[in-house]
């Protein structure tokens, strides 16, 4: 487990929220459909989509990359840009068969497979990441935009990092080098359920974070946003 400022956050995200439970799939062929479902949408609409597949017999990477676009189409408009994620499941799909299967590509060195994923149509970093940790059970850190706002705001991640996607990814990567890919797999949906339910774009809900005791922002910031008394969500995440 790591040490420092990043793991003395995650301990204080983890006693006050505990597990998230993440990720929600009964296999890691499922969350390699739901890290491409659930680009630029919200998780339950991605899940709807998973149903859908799951209902025509899909969620075999084998029968999906052999699977007609129109029709996976036709079972994933609640995910949004149906069209372009059809073909985006296909080629992910044809890529992990090709390789051999989910177990052949997590046997394999994480720097070669996140190269050759990020060659794949509809695969971008944050999607990788999430393939590597949550799917394949490789060290990887999704340093998605509640990663960085939530870490960056809180002095955690400095400002330039913080920024963009792979500058934050570096920097995590290199802070948090001992850690393993279920601590890096729980820190990111911490991270994110703390993003969506209080460090929020705008008008964040500084006042009651849990993150508040580790937070310079939060702290110069204390008690704005009032009250909150919402049931925190064991949801998967967005990526891209």
Not at 80 to 105: D, E, I, P, Q, S
Not at 185 to 205: I, N, S
Request: one cysteine or more; a positive charge.
């Amino acid at each position: 487990m790591p040490d420092g400022a990043p793991a003395a956050f995650y301990n204080l995200l983890f006693s006050r929220l505990g597990p998230q439970g993440w990720w929600p799939a009964e296999t890691a062929e499922e969350m390699i459909v739901g890290a491409v479902l659930t680009q630029a949408v919200a998780w339950q609409n991605a899940a709807r989509a998973i149903a859908g597949l799951r209902g025509a017999g899909l969620l075999d990477l084998r029968a999906l990359a052999a699977a007609d676009p129109p029709v996976l189409a036709s079972l994933i408009r609640s995910a949004g840009y149906f069209n372009v994620k059809a073909r985006k499941l296909v080629a992910v799909a044809r890529y992990v068969t090709a390789a051999g299967g989910v177990a052949a590509l997590a046997a394999r060195p994480a720097a070669e497979v996140r190269q050759e994923l990020l060659g794949v149509y509809g695969v971008g970093p944050e999607t990788a990441d999430a393939i590597l940790c949550y799917a394949l059970g490789r060290p990887a850190m999704v340093a998605d935009a509640y990663a960085r706002r939530v870490l960056g705001r809180a002095g955690h991640l400095p400002a330039a990092p913080a920024a963009a996607y792979e500058p934050a990814r570096r920097w995590l990567a290199a802070h948090l080098g001992e850690a393993d890919a279920a601590w890096l797999g729980e820190f990111h949906a911490l991270l994110v359920a703390v993003g969506k339910d209080w460090c929020r774009p705008t008008a964040p809900r500084c006042g009651d974070c849990p993150a508040l005791g580790l937070c310079v922002t939060g702290r110069g910031a204390r008690g704005v946003g009032g009250p909150r008394t919402s049931v925190h969500g064991r949801q998967g995440g967005r990526a891209t």
